[in-house]
């Protein structure tokens, strides 16, 4: 079955001033969409069109880069919208403890940020459940946590888009200031329903 691009869960101005909405209507409707029409492409007549998006991801190293890119690059961004545009919300519940058995919120962000400054080019940090704790990890390109092959294990439930398309019309070059901002506009309610189905 035909992958197809998941509307996006709110405005394009949703997440100003930290994220701008033309930042948003390129990213999404146009980044986005290229990777589900890419894949679809991709996968046309072939048997990986009746996986799922997570087992395609789960068995990618079957499947050659254009899968893997552009199946990437759809898991990754479907993620990146549901997990964005709660402003202001704070951890709670499990994921509150977990985040505490981490160190706290603020070691977090500090660990995906450094994740996030140190990919060279391009690529996401992450923030996985492994084992019933949270880790942080970083990936190039639109590889992710649940491709085997990535060195970053478990499952994710927070990921943070490095690419220059995410940040660069309003960020420029300073990825850091991106990764800073970002985190004003988490849905930490949804990370959190996504750390306890990964439990
Ligand atoms: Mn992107």
Redesign the pocket.
Known sequence: MAHTLPNLPYDYTALEPYIDAQTMEI?HGR??KAYVDNLNKAIEGTEAEKLSLEDLMKNITNYPAAVRNNGG?HY??SL?WTVLGNNGSKPSGKLADAIEAFGGLETLKEKVNAAGAARFGSGWAWVCVNNGKIEVCSTPNQDNPLMPDTGCNGTPIFGI?V?E??YYLKYQNKRPDYLNAIWNVVNWEEVGKRFEAAL
Do not use: I, V
Request: glycine share 10%; no cysteine; proline share 0%.
């Open positions: 990213h980044h986005h690059g990754n961004h990146f888009d690419w398309h995410a």
